[in-house]
């Protein structure tokens, strides 16, 4: 099953159709972006607590209260109709925020701006590798995002793709939550990326108070969520040879899916365990679970906006 994007009025006109493939259960959840780095930001802090991550928890939590201010202070009013970029994606089959349908702007160099400056005096690293990234010219930031979005991390500085990535995640969650879109399923096995900005997910998550069967992707990049099956795994589709590991008790909030038929991993996110659990901040914080996934033999599929390549 591969996920599509739609323009919302097609669907609805569509309904009685789509329905008989997953119930009412939506298959798509677009940011809201009022709430979204709110949330993070308190889930960052109540984590941060006893970690042995706290500084650098720490100094996360931070970004995205910085993120939560550009929101309000600068937000993205798209100089696109964006529900072209729907009809069009409908005609080419890629994804409407993806660069092939959605060529990068310099808009999203005001929010790393942003955040740069106010992120300096950390520590004597972060302030460096900032200075070096503040020198740099706009068309030499543009390309390391470029390279970023193509998924070519090793062509950017690790300490650059934290803040650009950041500022990126910024003005793409923004986009994302203003897309008149909806999706409806299509037959493919295609649904390890994004449909919407074509990234890769950071972890999948099974909500609370939703039908304890559906869990979505989440997107590291533009933070919208996706229906997948679950005890499938999302890299190759296989089903036969999936477990998972945690790293207490049976019912622990957070696991990590892996699968041996490709040996990849990926967390999932149980919020009927932790109602409070904010996929990209519990992830981030269970980095333990990672070193011992990894130890077993298992390479990560999922991408943390904090935890770049
Ligand atoms: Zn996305
Ligand atoms: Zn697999």
């Not at 069009?88 to 993806?98: H, M, R, Y």
């Not at 390391?144 to 995640?169: C, R, Y």
């Not at 933070?223 to 589709?237: A, G």
């Not at 901040?281 to 991408?303: I, R, V």
Request: proline share 5%.
């Amino acid at each position: 099953m591969t996920i599509r994007i739609v323009p919302k009025e097609q669907l609805e006109s569509n309904y009685a159709q789509k329905t008989s493939v997953v119930g009412h259960t939506p298959l798509l959840f677009l940011p809201h972006i009022k709430s979204l780095y709110i949330t993070r930001t308190s889930r960052l802090k109540q984590l941060g607590k006893d970690s042995p991550l706290a500084d650098y928890i720490a100094f996360c939590t931070q970004i995205s209260e910085l993120q939560n201010e550009l929101v309000k202070s600068m937000p993205v009013k798209p100089s696109t109709d964006l529900r072209d970029l729907i009809v069009n994606v409908q005609k080419q089959g890629c994804a409407p925020l993806s660069l092939t349908n959605f060529p990068l702007n310099t808009l999203w160099q005001s929010y790393l701006d942003y955040l740069i400056e106010r992120l300096l005096g950390h520590n004597k690293q972060i302030d460096q590798a900032i200075v070096e990234l503040k020198a740099k010219t706009m068309q030499e930031k543009q390309d390391l995002a470029t390279h970023l979005l193509n998924g070519e991390f090793d062509q950017v500085p690790k300490t650059d793709s934290l803040f650009i990535w950041s500022a990126l995640s910024c003005y793409y969650a923004q986009l994302a939550a203003q897309l008149p879109a909806t999706a409806e399923a299509d037959l493919g096995e295609t649904r390890q990326f994004c449909p919407i900005c074509h990234s890769h997910p950071t972890a999948s998550i099974v909500h609370l108070g939703g039908q304890a069967s559906f869990r979505y992707l989440h997107c590291s990049l533009c933070e919208s969520e996706w229906y997948v099956p679950r005890v499938k795994c999302t890299n190759c589709e296989e089903s036969s040879g999936v477990h998972y590991y945690s790293l207490d008790k049976e019912l622990a909030a957070i696991k990590t899916e892996c699968c041996d038929n490709c040996q990849s991993y990926l967390k999932i996110g149980y919020q009927d365990q932790d109602p409070e659990l904010e996929i990209i901040a519990d992830d981030l914080a269970s980095l333990l679970l990672d070193e011992e996934t990894e130890k077993a033999g298992f390479a990560k599929t999922g991408l943390n906006p904090f935890l770049l390549p």
